[in-house]
């Protein structure tokens, strides 16, 4: 399977712990999106990256959060001394230019207790 | 006011029924992409539209550019169709995605 791979599927934090999210795009695409989904919301832009770059982190929370793409490796989107208020679902899609060809990946499912 | 919303929230149709969900948005968009996503699952993208209509199997995609408004209809219904049905929309300036909140389908046999 060459989809977008993420990993974990499921992860639980206690408050004040990192969280690290890995997303593999799918082979041949440089480009890819951070969205986050809270419980009984819909889904919110965070960052977009291409390698070793970020393109737009408009989205993303001002503090504990950070995300890159290193020339080698998944994309990591990391979250430092989470709080009850991050839990949710993480996903990730990435595509080879753009404008097209998206792939979502199935997610990651953050608990912080 | 969310830049998409969609139409209806929740839908329930028995199976063989013709479904329409219902997208509009209030910015410029360079694409507009319709994804399904299953209970506690991932998400899969259906079609992405600039103009024009799309098709794929039982699954038509159209949309209105100057209307800012999308729909997307289901032939023939049936009950693995049931997920959460969410439009998002591309802005023509800058690189966000907006999505809407998504419509909830069950298709009952």
């Known amino acids: 399977n060459a989809g977008v791979m993420q990993n974990p599927r499921h992860l639980v934090r206690r408050r004040g712990q990192e969280a690290r999210l890995r997303c593999s795009p799918m082979?041949?695409?440089?480009?890819v999106y951070w969205y986050r989904q809270l419980p009984e919301e819909g889904l919110k832009f965070m960052v977009y990256?291409?390698?070793?770059?970020?393109?737009?982190e408009s989205g993303m929370p001002k503090e504990r959060f950070s995300a890159e793409f290193p020339k080698e490796g998944p994309s990591i989107l990391r979250i430092q001394q989470v709080v009850r208020g991050d839990s949710a679902a993480y996903f990730c899609?990435?595509?080879?230019?753009?404008?097209?060809?998206?792939?979502f990946g199935s997610g990651t499912r953050l608990t912080v207790v | 006011k969310n830049e998409v919303e969609q139409s209806p929230q929740n839908l329930t149709a028995q199976e063989g029924e013709f479904i329409t969900i219902n997208c509009s948005y209030s910015?410029?968009?360079?694409?507009l992409h319709w994804l399904q996503q299953h209970p506690g699952g991932g998400i899969v993208s259906l079609f992405m539209?600039?103009?024009g209509k799309k098709k794929h199997g039982r699954l038509i995609a159209t949309i209105n550019i100057q209307e800012k408004h999308s729909s997307l209809h289901i032939t023939a219904s049936h009950p693995r169709d049931s997920a959460v049905y969410i439009c998002?929309?591309?802005?023509?300036?800058?690189?966000?995605?907006?999505f809407g909140t998504g419509t909830s389908l069950t298709v009952i046999p």
């Open positions: 899609a990435s595509s080879p230019t753009t404008f097209g060809g998206y792939t």
């Open positions: 082979k041949g695409h440089s480009h």
């Open positions: 990256l291409q390698k070793e770059n970020i393109i737009d």
């Open positions: 910015v410029g968009i360079s694409a």
């Open positions: 539209l600039s103009s």
């Open positions: 998002a929309v591309r802005r023509d300036t800058g690189n966000q995605f907006y």
